[in-house]
């Protein structure tokens, strides 16, 4: 391999720029040159390319987003549009890939390694809901975002003595939600694993409350219900004045946690050295302390193994 592309897809998440940056100098390292694709399957297909060299990546390890940037475009599901695309890569000899994103990501990266592109994938979302690694880049900073904020709420929540409801992202996939609201001390999370039941929150805040509780916080991830109905519904069942605050795009941004910028140079590594060693067709992910590589196809049609169900039930022992 003489010359790796990469590119960032998909939501932007923390800490990819610091895997962009990882994979630049491990494959320099090696004497392999690089070149950086701006704006993911579109500047692939747009050719939006650009040299990246040592310096190229200079002071990128600190800053949030990133700056090749992304995109998501859907054309590049047929197959036509990917061929145009791979012209692009061949006109530049460019003869392997490196794509940073989630599993929409990996699927475009599976269309092309069955045209017969060398591609690894790094997971990097920060809803952390692909199979293959136990954390997906972004997911600790994320979570760090979550928890400041929520102390941020708290503060305002316990001064008014309401009930504060802070709606977090995840998509369908419930680590945020727990993981940020065990952090922030949340005193109920709302997980898409779990049936919600809203007569048990209402019923456990009212007993809270009769017996000396004078606010409480709860952490809600997204598509489940609508935040500020509930709010409303909460306050005229149980009488106690509730909040509702939808945290957006904040938690996405922001300089990357420490975890966050060693798993992504970890993975941006151990890509490149797949890539050296002839490994395709897989995206890269940690268990535990280990790194694994996992094939495409099991990545995008396995669940993502999770541990929710037991951080909710550790919830419950410790909260409401
Ligand atoms: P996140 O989890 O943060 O949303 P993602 O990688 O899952 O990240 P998507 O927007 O789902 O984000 O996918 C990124 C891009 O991958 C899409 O915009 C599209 O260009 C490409 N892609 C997704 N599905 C396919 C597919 N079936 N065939 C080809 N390309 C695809």
Same mark, same amino acid.
Do not use: W
């Given at each position: 391999?003489?010359?790796?592309?990469?590119?960032?897809?998909?939501?932007?998440?923390?800490?990819?720029?610091?895997?962009?940056?990882?994979?630049?100098?491990?494959?320099?390292?090696?004497?392999?040159?690089?070149?950086?694709?701006?704006?993911?399957?579109?500047?692939?297909?747009?050719?939006?390319?650009?040299?990246?060299?040592?310096?190229?990546?200079?002071?990128?390890?600190?800053?949030?987003?990133?700056?090749?940037?992304?995109?998501?475009?859907?054309?590049?599901?047929?197959?036509?549009?990917?061929?145009?695309?791979?012209?692009?890569?061949?006109?530049?000899?460019?003869?392997?890939?490196?794509?940073?994103?989630?599993?929409?990501?990996?699927?475009?990266?599976?269309?092309?390694?069955?045209?017969?592109?060398?591609?690894?994938?790094?997971?990097?979302?920060?809803?952390?809901?692909?199979?293959?690694?136990?954390?997906?880049?972004?997911?600790?900073?994320?979570?760090?975002?979550?928890?400041?904020?929520?102390?941020?709420?708290?503060?305002?929540?316990?001064?008014?003595?309401?009930?504060?409801?802070?709606? @977090?992202?995840?998509?369908?996939? !419930? &680590?945020? *939600? =727990?993981?940020?609201? +065990?952090? #922030?001390?949340?005193?109920?999370?709302?997980?898409?694993?779990?049936?919600?039941?809203?007569?048990?929150?209402?019923?456990?805040?009212?007993?809270?409350?009769?017996?000396?509780?004078?606010?409480?916080?709860?952490?809600?991830?997204?598509?489940?219900?609508?935040?500020?109905?509930?709010?409303?519904?909460?306050?005229?069942?149980?009488?106690?004045?509730?909040?509702?605050?939808?945290?957006?795009?904040?938690?996405?941004?922001?300089?990357?946690?420490?975890?966050?910028? @060693?798993?992504?140079?970890?993975? !941006? &590594?151990? *890509? =490149?050295?797949?890539? +050296?060693? #002839?490994?395709?067709?897989?995206?890269?992910?940690?268990?535990?302390?280990?790194?694994?590589?996992?094939?495409?196809?099991?990545?995008?049609?396995?669940?993502?193994?999770?541990?929710?169900?037991?951080?909710?039930?550790?919830?419950?022992?410790?909260?409401?």
């Amino acid at each position: 391999i003489k010359r790796i592309g990469v590119l960032t897809s998909g939501g932007d998440a923390p800490g990819m720029n610091a895997a962009v940056r990882s994979v630049v100098r491990a494959a320099i390292n090696e004497g392999i040159s690089v070149s950086g694709i701006r704006d993911g399957f579109l500047g692939m297909h747009q050719d939006r390319i650009i040299d990246l060299d040592r310096a190229g990546v200079n002071d990128i390890i600190t800053r949030g987003g990133t700056f090749l940037g992304t995109a998501r475009f859907t054309a590049f599901k047929e197959e036509s549009v990917r061929r145009e695309a791979i012209e692009n890569l061949k006109k530049r000899n460019i003869d392997a890939l490196v794509l940073i994103g989630g599993d929409g990501t990996y699927t475009g990266a599976l269309r092309l390694h069955e045209m017969g592109v060398r591609c690894i994938g790094i997971p990097a979302t920060i809803d952390n809901d692909v199979h293959g690694t136990g954390f997906s880049i972004g997911f600790d900073t994320a979570v760090n975002n979550i928890m400041q904020n929520m102390d941020r709420l708290r503060d305002t929540s316990s001064s008014h003595h309401r009930v504060t409801i802070m709606e @977090v992202m995840g998509r369908h996939c !419930g &680590d945020l *939600a =727990v993981v940020g609201g +065990i952090a #922030g001390g949340a005193d109920y999370i709302i997980a898409p694993e779990e049936p919600f039941v809203k007569e048990d929150l209402f019923s456990k805040i009212a007993q809270a409350f009769a017996s000396g509780k004078r606010h409480a916080l709860i952490c809600l991830c997204e598509n489940i219900v609508n935040a500020d109905a509930l709010a409303s519904e909460l306050e005229a069942t149980t009488g106690i004045e509730c909040r509702a605050t939808v945290l957006g795009h904040i938690q996405r941004g922001g300089s990357p946690t420490a975890y966050d910028r @060693v798993l992504a140079s970890r993975l !941006g &590594d151990y *890509a =490149v050295r797949l890539l +050296i060693d #002839g490994v395709y067709g897989k995206c890269v992910g940690i268990d535990g302390t280990t790194l694994i590589a996992t094939d495409f196809e099991e990545a995008i049609n396995n669940p993502k193994h999770s541990h929710v169900n037991e951080y909710i039930s550790l919830s419950n022992k410790i909260s409401l």
